[in-house]
């Protein structure tokens, strides 16, 4: 749901500012943004369409087709002329067939100005879910929007909102990148001190290393678990600490960090501790300061039961917690313990303290990655089709997203009935799709939304809705447009018989892994007819297709080459042993199909996004 504050007091006018001057937008022309309204305008047909983002006093159109002047050169509005402005105060879409016979609008001036009679509006949104803006189709005539125009807005308003969150995420790890050389910087004058307290450290403990080591391989991590290995690394000969825990604060409460490799049995059953808690590291994060806890007694003496519990059972007799702060707030504490009774002097204390700045950075850091890639997942997964409901025929897909957090890719998978043949009959064909952009980032996952749209869109538009005449269309389009889209995709139709139960499969493959076929004779066969691969570069292809009949029975299965393509492994071995599990297997209902493949060809961290989707006539 679209949001207009993120926090209790936030101003949503400021975050818009602030997302906007992210993004690198204003009053003037934006390419990307132009290019979705010339999209808008050429899908809906409509001679006015724009990307507005909603200011204090004004609406600026970084994106537009249509306008007249002097709106057009200016490339802005009064909001006395805005409609958007309803999307941006409501998060909801704002769709009217008539502005003239709609009381909120009918004395609006744009009506006169701009020739607004009907409007359709989709909201566009940041990364937090607030709105910034619309995409927008406006009409000189009267006009009723129908479902499928509506849809097709909405995709594209999703994708423009996802090319923002992008712009803006771009810009946040500019800034993050100006952070960790700032970092740095500071690291080389903490080397420079740090040899002046090496000269009086005690023999044997080398700190200057460790602020040396901290700085440089914490500036590296990507994610809590790698500065929590990282942790366990850097203070191995530093005082022989026996152990270094990482909590991270989460509102009233500390997280403990499990150590990923080393099974701590003991360390889970203390996950999550309140922050009113009688820990040390609870009063170090209340009181903001180190806490340190020389022996058992002053651990008996100071603390809860529960605290001296789990100390004993992890062995601990020293202990020394120092608080991270990061620019803005206390993240969390740092646990550093020894087995044995520990004097930390003032040379070790201001080392371990000297390093917490340094794992406070990684630590801000690594949340903040992790922030990004979770959002950027929730874009990717947003962008993947609800199955639709067919009477005549089994559907079922299986999506594994990579296990690296920033393999972010572009697999997808779409199915969905084309129009029926005659108002208010039974649903037209089926339409299944099974592609792969190139690439493993943000921008992977938004191409790969853009071409979705624009499938669906060319498929729709050509009757009888052949894939080898959609997929020409798809590339004359990329050809066309600024579209960096490359990759390969298979694009079916099924058809039920007349009077059934077979169906008809028309493909068209575009340098796809071959789909497979498990006929009920319980022959598997490799659909290899194919042509090349998606690429702008490769200009327009007159496509072609194969058919072919499926008797009732027969499963069908699509996939990605994250399925059958990994380091270390034969790819043909690899379709081998598909083809196997899909004849061995092929008669079990389709979910726990998919999930035997998985479990047999998936690694256990997979490398890239993994796709399947299976048919099959009952």
């Not at 909590?247 to 203390?270: G, N, Q, T, W, Y």
Request: contains cysteine; aromatic residues 4%.
């Amino acid at each position: 749901m679209p949001k207009q504050g993120q926090e209790s007091g936030a101003d949503p006018g400021s975050a818009q500012r602030r997302d906007v001057r992210l993004a690198g937008l204003s009053a003037a022309s934006d390419t990307g943004m132009d290019r979705f309204a010339r999209l808008v305008s050429r899908l809906l047909r409509v001679p006015v369409a724009f990307v507005s983002l909603v200011e204090e006093d004004r609406q600026i159109l970084p994106g537009l087709c249509g306008l007249p002047e002097p709106w057009a050169g200016s490339r802005a509005l009064p909001l006395s002329h805005s409609l958007c402005r309803y999307v941006v105060a409501s998060g909801q879409p704002l769709v009217v067939p008539d502005a003239r016979a709609d009381d909120r609008l009918r004395t609006n001036p744009a009506i006169a100005d701009l020739g607004l009679i009907a409007y359709a509006g989709m909201p566009l949104t940041d990364a937090d879910g607030l709105v910034l803006g619309s995409l927008c189709a406006i009409d000189h005539e009267p006009r009723t929007w129908g479902d499928g125009e509506l849809a097709d807005l909405k995709d594209l308003a999703a994708a423009c909102s996802a090319e923002l969150c992008l712009r803006i995420l771009s810009a946040q790890s500019r800034s993050a990148q100006k952070v960790l050389e700032t970092a740095r910087a500071a690291a080389e004058r903490a080397w420079s001190d740090a040899e002046r307290l090496e000269q009086e450290a005690q023999a044997g403990m080398d700190h200057a290393e460790l602020l040396l080591r901290a700085s440089e391989e914490l500036a590296q991590t990507s994610g809590l678990e790698d500065v929590r290995r990282r942790l366990r690394e850097l203070f191995a000969g530093v005082g022989k600490p026996s152990y270094v825990g990482l909590l991270v604060a989460d509102k009233d409460e500390l997280h403990r960090v499990a150590d990923p490799d080393i099974e701590h049995s003991v360390e889970r059953e203390v996950l999550t501790l309140p922050v009113s808690a009688a820990f040390p590291s609870t009063r170090a994060m209340r009181e903001r300061r180190a806490v340190f806890v020389p022996d058992r007694e002053a651990l008996v003496a100071g603390y809860s039961p529960e605290a001296v519990g789990f100390f004993d059972r992890m062995g601990f007799t020293t202990v020394l917690c120092l608080p991270l702060w990061g620019s803005r707030a206390l993240l969390g504490v740092l646990a550093v313990c020894w087995a044995k009774r520990h004097e930390v002097g003032v040379t070790e204390r201001a080392t371990l303290t000297a390093a917490s700045g340094y794992i406070a950075q990684a630590v801000e850091r690594a949340l903040y990655l992790d922030e990004r890639i979770s959002v950027a997942r929730q874009l990717q997964e947003a962008m993947l089709t609800d199955l639709p409901v067919a009477d005549h025929i089994e559907i079922s897909a299986l999506y594994e997203p990579a296990a690296v957090g920033d393999m972010i890719g572009g697999d997808w998978y779409d199915a969905y009935h084309l129009p029926p043949a005659s108002p208010g009959g039974e649903p037209g064909a089926l339409m299944v799709t099974v592609g792969d952009i190139t690439g493993h980032d943000m921008h992977a996952a938004t191409i790969m939304g853009q071409i979705r749209s624009m499938l669906r869109q060319a498929t729709l538009d050509h009757p009888p809705y052949s894939p080898a005449t959609a997929l020409t269309a798809l590339d004359t389009a990329c050809s066309i447009l600024p579209i960096e889209a490359g990759g390969t995709l298979v694009h079916a139709r099924l058809d039920l018989a007349d009077g059934g139960p077979d169906w008809t499969l028309t493909w068209s493959n575009a340098g796809h892994p071959p789909p497979l076929l498990l006929t009920p004779d319980g022959r598997v066969t490799l659909l290899e007819e194919h042509d090349i691969l998606l690429h702008r570069d490769l200009g327009p292809s007159r496509r072609t297709e194969a058919q072919r009949g499926l008797p009732s029975g027969s499963t069908l299965l699509f996939y990605t080459d994250g399925l059958i393509e990994r380091r270390g492994h034969d790819i043909d071995a690899s379709l081998a042993q598909l083809v196997a599990l899909l004849a061995r297997h092929g008669d079990r209902p389709l979910p726990e199909l998919l999930h035997r493949i998985s479990k047999r060809l998936v690694a256990a961290a997979p490398g890239d996004d993994v796709v399947v989707l299976a048919l099959r006539v009952p």
